[in-house]
């Protein structure tokens, strides 16, 4: 007989259990108990293919399992690497380490043993979980931060008279508050000159304002190290070459002085005599202005006097420098919507001058009409036309294979943080972030042209997508990890302050977990756990940039943090708003040594806590004395005018009434409102 090609098919197992007699076939005529076969025990008959496939799948299986440890031992910080590295030697199983961390067996001695990198209270399949599993570079798994200990530690608290040093303990990781990588505190240690050249400067060929070589030189250093790798605007290499060298192909009077009123702002938490220069420099920017005709170093100078008179409250003319600029670079060609085809003839210091003016003027115009929202502003119509600087060579035609533009060589790749020259590989990758905001914006604020409000909810998902993909690509020295460079942590913070200002129109209308995501498969795949989850990466960028960089004391660039995670405090339903909200205002306290706007911000953040919660006008009064104690205003009496500031505080206000949102306003509402709670508080007690 012909053998058959397929199995034979035995009979079921009985189902009656051990014990039991069987009711029909030959057990009953034999009166044995029939036993069920155990379920680990193999059945038999099963053919070769298809035990083949079980052990790939389970091959398949261990491989995922692998390969999401590598992740997890990538995104972690290096205690928490460590300690599941140690885990795995414990288990020896990739499958249940991985499990443990993600909430499987063993949850509960997992999570005592204190390396987890999460809150053991949140849910799992929760959309933040997926985002931290899937775009770790964006959401990296967090470390707890003790409520109580943030509470008592020093960044809760006044300035305290001399330098302070004080720890914060965030889980297993030690954050000191400054760090050798950062400026010291004021005072500690001098700042040293960013370029040798700098030791031939000749101030007297600039200014007519009396100020020592040495003094500008360290001036004009702390504004290199700390604000222009954010900034860009110009090539610091030109543009030191110029000024010792008392050329005027990339320097320019305007420009010098421009940069001196922000830069004397910056190094006045280094020596508090810099104070009485910034109005002096900023004046005699504003009056070279109108004599300026259209240049690159023009427009870089006017962007750096906009923001010095924005951190020092001196007028309404903030906006105005920021629009000329723009509107500048546009009579000169970089902004006019065709393609930009360097010719031959171009010499590579001027298109670099270009780039860097062009690209720098575009992303401070996107951050002040995305970030400040001031009434007026202008936001690009189209990016600049000329190429980023670091990609200038693909977009020459010069036939030179291997020649360097902007310290990119054509098809290399982003290598390692260049410490010596930091804007070469920093300034690029801003260049591309403010421009896919840009061009995503329109989607969920209401511009002309703008899509069909039963459009937006979709679309703004797939720009959300498109932004944390993006952040996939960036070089490797972007990302979040311990010892960062300060503008690194800035960069963050911007990151997901723009991802909350993307999600802020229809969660601040609606109930926070209104409008359901469609790529996305965790149980809570909604616009307001997406904002959440940017929220908590929030929360600890600002804790760890506050704990361990100087800079967030002198540095106003990265404030916009603050009045987000602020707003969000305020709206939300976070247990411990509070701690977080006194972690903004007195961080604006810091700054408050440096940059006068500070104050009024944390006034008008003050004024929106009195209006949301139950906070009494004493408390609030207390905390705004301190602020002016540790603030310029303290140090030098002699400035009495008052603080301009018409960018917005409320930004749930901002949607509906501008006018009443802006910090100016806001703060201006302090006295009465302090009273009139503190009224209805001795009104409660009466009763």
Same mark, same amino acid.
């Given at each position: 007989?012909?053998?058959?090609?397929?199995?034979?098919?035995?009979?079921?197992?009985?189902?009656?259990?051990?014990?039991?007699?069987?009711?029909?076939?030959?057990?009953?005529?034999?009166?044995?108990?029939?036993?069920?076969?155990?379920?680990?025990?193999?059945?038999?008959?099963?053919?070769?293919?298809?035990?083949?496939?079980?052990?790939?799948?389970?091959?398949?299986?261990?491989?995922?399992?692998?390969?999401?440890?590598?992740?997890?031992?990538?995104?972690?910080?290096?205690?928490?690497?460590?300690a599941?590295?140690?885990?795995?030697?414990?288990?020896?199983?990739?499958?249940?380490?991985?499990?443990?961390?993600?909430?499987?067996?063993?949850?509960?001695?997992?999570?005592?043993?204190?390396?987890?990198?999460?809150?053991s209270?949140?849910?799992?399949?929760?959309?933040?979980?997926?985002?931290?599993?899937?775009?770790?570079?964006?959401?990296?798994?967090?470390?707890?931060?003790?409520?109580?200990?943030?509470?008592?530690?020093?960044?809760?608290?006044?300035?305290?008279?001399?330098?302070?040093?004080?720890?914060?303990?965030?889980?297993?990781?030690?954050?000191?508050?400054?760090?050798?990588?950062?400026?010291?505190?004021?005072?500690?240690?001098?700042?040293?000159?960013?370029?040798?050249?700098?030791?031939?400067?000749?101030?007297?060929?600039?200014?007519?304002?009396?100020?020592?070589?040495?003094?500008?030189?360290?001036?004009?250093?702390? $504004?290199?190290?700390?604000?222009?790798?954010?900034l860009?605007?110009?090539?610091?290499?030109?543009?030191?070459?110029?000024?010792?060298?008392?050329?005027?192909?990339?320097?320019?009077?305007?420009l010098?002085?421009?940069?001196?009123?922000?830069?004397?702002?910056?190094?006045?938490?280094?020596?508090q005599?810099?104070?009485?220069?910034?109005?002096?420099?900023?004046?005699?920017?504003?009056?070279?202005?109108?004599?300026?005709?259209?240049? $690159?170093?023009?427009?870089?100078?006017?962007?750096?006097?906009?923001?010095?008179?924005?951190?020092?409250?001196?007028?309404?003319?903030?906006?105005?420098?920021?629009?000329?600029?723009?509107?500048?670079?546009t009579?000169?060609?970089?902004?006019?919507?065709?393609?930009?085809?360097?010719?031959?003839?171009?010499?590579?210091?001027?298109l670099?001058?270009?780039?860097?003016?062009?690209?720098?003027?575009?992303?401070?115009?996107?951050?002040?009409?995305?970030?400040?929202?001031?009434?007026g502003?202008?936001?690009?119509?189209?990016?600049?036309?000329?190429?980023?600087?670091?990609?200038?060579?693909?977009?020459?035609?010069?036939?030179?294979?291997?020649?360097?533009?902007?310290?990119?060589?054509?098809g290399?790749?982003?290598?390692?943080?260049?410490?010596?020259?930091?804007?070469?590989?920093?300034?690029?990758?801003?260049?591309?972030?403010?421009?896919?905001?840009?061009?995503?914006?329109?989607?969920?604020?209401?511009?002309?042209?703008?899509?069909?409000?039963?459009?937006?909810?979709?679309?703004?998902?797939?720009?959300?997508?498109?932004?944390?993909?993006?952040?996939?690509?960036?070089?490797?020295?972007?990302?979040?990890?311990?010892?960062?460079?300060?503008?690194?942590?800035?960069?963050?913070?911007?990151?997901?302050?723009?991802?909350?200002d993307?999600?802020?129109?229809?969660?601040?209308?609606?109930?926070?977990?209104?409008?359901?995501?469609?790529?996305?498969?965790?149980?809570?795949?909604?616009?307001?756990?997406?904002?959440?989850?940017?929220?908590?990466?929030?929360?600890?960028?600002?804790?760890?940039?506050?704990?361990? $960089?100087?800079?967030?004391? $002198?540095?106003i660039?990265?404030?916009?943090?603050?009045?987000?995670l602020?707003?969000?405090?305020?709206?939300?339903?976070?247990?411990?708003?509070?701690?977080?909200?006194?972690?903004?205002?007195?961080?604006?306290?810091?700054l408050?040594?440096?940059?006068?706007?500070?104050?009024?911000?944390?006034?008008?953040?003050?004024?929106?806590?009195?209006?949301?919660?139950?906070?009494?006008?004493?408390?609030?009064?207390?905390?705004?004395?301190?602020?002016?104690?540790?603030?310029?205003?303290?140090?030098?009496?002699?400035?009495?005018?008052?603080?301009?500031?018409?960018?917005m505080?409320?930004?749930?206000?901002?949607?509906?009434?501008?006018?009443?949102?802006?910090?100016?306003?806001?703060?201006?509402?302090?006295?009465?409102?302090?009273?009139?709670?503190?009224?209805?508080?001795?009104?409660?007690?009466?009763?």
């Amino acid at each position: 007989m012909q053998r058959s090609k397929y199995p034979r098919i035995l009979p079921a197992v009985p189902t009656t259990l051990a014990g039991q007699p069987s009711t029909s076939g030959n057990s009953s005529s034999t009166g044995k108990d029939s036993k069920k076969r155990p379920l680990s025990q193999p059945r038999p008959g099963a053919c070769f293919d298809c035990r083949t496939r079980k052990s790939k799948a389970k091959r398949l299986i261990n491989g995922h399992n692998a390969i999401e440890l590598v992740e997890l031992l990538k995104s972690l910080r290096e205690e928490s690497s460590a300690a599941l590295l140690k885990r795995l030697r414990e288990k020896g199983d990739a499958a249940v380490v991985v499990a443990e961390f993600r909430g499987g067996a063993n949850e509960s001695d997992f999570y005592s043993s204190r390396f987890e990198s999460r809150d053991s209270r949140r849910h799992r399949g929760s959309l933040e979980d997926e985002l931290m599993t899937n775009n770790s570079k964006v959401f990296p798994a967090l470390s707890p931060i003790d409520p109580i200990v943030l509470a008592r530690s020093s960044l809760l608290r006044p300035t305290p008279p001399g330098p302070s040093f004080v720890a914060l303990s965030l889980g297993e990781t030690t954050i000191p508050q400054a760090t050798p990588l950062e400026y010291p505190e004021p005072l500690d240690k001098p700042v040293e000159y960013c370029d040798e050249r700098l030791q031939y400067l000749q101030v007297g060929f600039w200014t007519n304002i009396n100020v020592s070589n040495d003094f500008a030189a360290k001036v004009i250093s702390a $504004y290199i190290i700390t604000d222009h790798p954010l900034l860009g605007l110009f090539d610091s290499h030109l543009f030191i070459d110029d000024l010792v060298g008392q050329k005027t192909n990339y320097c320019s009077r305007f420009l010098f002085h421009a940069l001196m009123s922000l830069g004397f702002q910056t190094y006045s938490s280094f020596d508090q005599e810099s104070t009485q220069y910034v109005s002096e420099f900023s004046q005699t920017a504003e009056a070279l202005w109108e004599t300026q005709k259209d240049s $690159y170093s023009s427009m870089a100078g006017a962007i750096l006097l906009s923001i010095s008179l924005l951190g020092h409250g001196d007028s309404h003319d903030v906006l105005r420098y920021t629009t000329d600029a723009l509107r500048m670079g546009t009579r000169l060609g970089l902004f006019c919507g065709s393609i930009y085809q360097p010719s031959v003839d171009t010499i590579n210091d001027d298109l670099r001058a270009q780039c860097y003016a062009a690209w720098g003027v575009f992303n401070w115009n996107v951050i002040t009409s995305m970030f400040y929202r001031q009434p007026g502003s202008e936001s690009p119509a189209s990016a600049p036309t000329v190429p980023i600087p670091g990609e200038i060579y693909n977009k020459m035609r010069t036939g030179k294979a291997n020649e360097e533009v902007g310290g990119i060589e054509e098809g290399e790749e982003y290598g390692e943080y260049d410490d010596d020259n930091p804007s070469e590989d920093i300034f690029p990758v801003l260049c591309n972030f403010w421009r896919l905001l840009h061009e995503a914006r329109w989607i969920y604020y209401t511009v002309d042209p703008s899509p069909p409000i039963y459009l937006r909810e979709v679309l703004v998902e797939y720009a959300y997508r498109e932004l944390i993909a993006w952040v996939g690509t960036i070089p490797s020295f972007f990302l979040r990890r311990d010892h960062n460079p300060h503008y690194v942590m800035v960069f963050h913070i911007w990151l997901h302050a723009a991802i909350l200002d993307m999600w802020q129109p229809f969660i601040y209308n609606d109930a926070p977990d209104a409008g359901q995501l469609r790529t996305f498969s965790a149980r809570d795949n909604t616009m307001g756990a997406a904002y959440t989850a940017s929220v908590n990466q929030l929360k600890q960028l600002v804790v760890e940039y506050r704990s361990r $960089y100087a800079a967030s004391k $002198y540095s106003i660039l990265w404030h916009n943090g603050l009045i987000y995670l602020a707003n969000a405090m305020l709206r939300g339903t976070d247990p411990e708003w509070h701690i977080y909200l006194l972690l903004c205002i007195y961080g604006y306290e810091r700054l408050g040594h440096t940059y006068r706007i500070s104050e009024v911000i944390g006034r008008a953040l003050l004024v929106m806590t009195m209006r949301n919660t139950q906070m009494s006008g004493t408390e609030a009064s207390k905390i705004m004395e301190e602020l002016k104690m540790s603030g310029i205003v303290h140090v030098n009496e002699g400035i009495q005018d008052r603080i301009r500031a018409t960018f917005m505080a409320d930004l749930t206000l901002a949607l509906t009434n501008p006018e009443a949102a802006n910090v100016e306003n806001m703060a201006n509402e302090f006295s009465d409102l302090a009273t009139f709670q503190d009224l209805i508080y001795m009104g409660d007690l009466m009763e």
